[in-house]
């Protein structure tokens, strides 16, 4: 793990080393204990407001950056060593802080969260809820399409980090044969009946009844999932993102879906973010659709664990022990 360098803190001579939180999810208890964590530490916080007006000359006494700071400023930051980061999802940060920065962040707070989103979102589409909110609407009473179980299918996840994990957990509670598929060589613990590599992807969504991607966002994953992969999917599957829209090939996603290929997708991100308005996407009815949502920092559900992360890594960052939590900005996530 990466090592953050102690500084010695002279409390006679009145030094201590500056740390600033701007736009964390946190109460206002929650900030009273990370401002009386700080002192007690030795740390000097500062919080900026989300209006402030934030420039390179301002942030730079600043030794670690907790929360969201524009990536731009962050370059060549003299004093700057760490970089805590309320979501998951850090590339945008990755390139924008120096070599020796250390860049950590809130990987695991949302795990639950994203897990009763995509397990929400197959049931909705098994049961065609779309459809029959849609008729609810219209005042319409009649039956649609034959209802789906989650006991019972073949779910493969793509990215079996926490998130993918946590998901599968749960949809194996229900019934699901849930197999992974990952970076790795080494096969999967249970729940995962079965492990493939990405290699494989064509053998592990032959026989899928829906499919879960939980992939970051690199130069790796871009377009990931393409035409190629729909065309090995079970006719009429699911497909259900909630990793990052750049790794699925959107064209070749629509396709699907028009063509009958896919029966439904659930889908939390894009390839452009706000999608944009003219997307076929949004008029689809086998669409279920959402602006990013499912694991918000801002969500009370998902706040308290990223207090804790804040928290440990803040009493680690004065001790000088190494953080948690460390992103590998060489992959990106």
């Keep these: 793990p990466a090592m953050i360098k102690k500084i010695p803190i002279s409390k006679k001579e009145g030094f201590s080393l500056q740390i600033a939180f701007r736009k964390v999810p946190f109460s206002e208890a929650q900030r009273r204990a990370l401002d009386e964590a700080c002192r007690t530490q030795g740390l000097s916080p500062t919080w900026f407001s989300e209006e402030e007006a934030l420039t390179w000359e301002v942030l730079r ?10 990536p731009a400023l962050l370059k060549n930051l003299p004093a700057l060593q760490w970089v805590q980061l309320p979501c998951a999802g850090a590339e ?26 995509l397990l929400l979102g197959l049931l909705a589409l098994y049961r065609d809820l779309p459809g029959y909110f849609q008729n609810q609407r219209a005042r319409i009473w009649k039956p649609l399409g034959p209802a789906r179980t989650v006991a019972g299918s073949t779910v493969p996840v793509i990215g079996c980090g926490e998130i993918g994990r946590t998901f599968a957990q749960k949809a194996a509670a229900l019934g699901a044969r849930v197999a992974g598929i990952h970076r790795g060589e080494a096969p999967l613990p249970a729940p995962f009946v079965r492990t493939y590599t990405q290699a494989d992807l064509p053998r592990a969504l032959a026989g899928a009844d829906a499919c879960v991607l939980c992939l970051p966002a690199t130069e790796e994953t871009r377009g990931f999932f393409s035409e190629a992969a729909f065309r090995a999917m079970r006719p009429g599957a699911v497909l259900l993102n909630c990793g990052r829209g750049s790794t699925v090939d959107e064209a070749a996603l629509v396709k699907a879906l028009e063509s009958g290929r896919l029966s439904g997708a659930v889908l939390d991100v894009f ?18 659709l959402t602006p990013h949502i499912s694991g918000r920092d801002g969500d009370p559900c998902n706040a308290p664990e990223i ?18 939590h460390i992103v590998d900005k060489a992959r990106g996530y």
């Excluded at 600043?62 to 524009?70: R, T, V």
């Excluded at 070599?99 to 639950?112: D, I, K, P, R």
């Excluded at 390839?271 to 279920?288: A, F, H, Q, R, T």
């Excluded at 804790?308 to 190494?322: D, H, K, S, V």
């Design 61 to 70: 006494p600043f030794s670690a950056l907790l929360g969201y700071f524009p």
């Design 92 to 117: 945008r940060y990755c390139g924008a802080v120096g070599e020796h920065v250390v860049l950590t962040n809130a990987s695991g707070a949302f795990n639950t969260a994203i897990a009763e989103y």
């Design 271 to 288: 390839e452009k973010e706000p999608l944009p308005k003219d997307s076929p996407l949004w008029g689809m009815p086998n669409v279920v």
């Design 307 to 324: 207090f804790a992360i804040f928290r440990e890594n803040l009493t680690r960052f004065a001790e000088g022990r190494p953080l948690t």
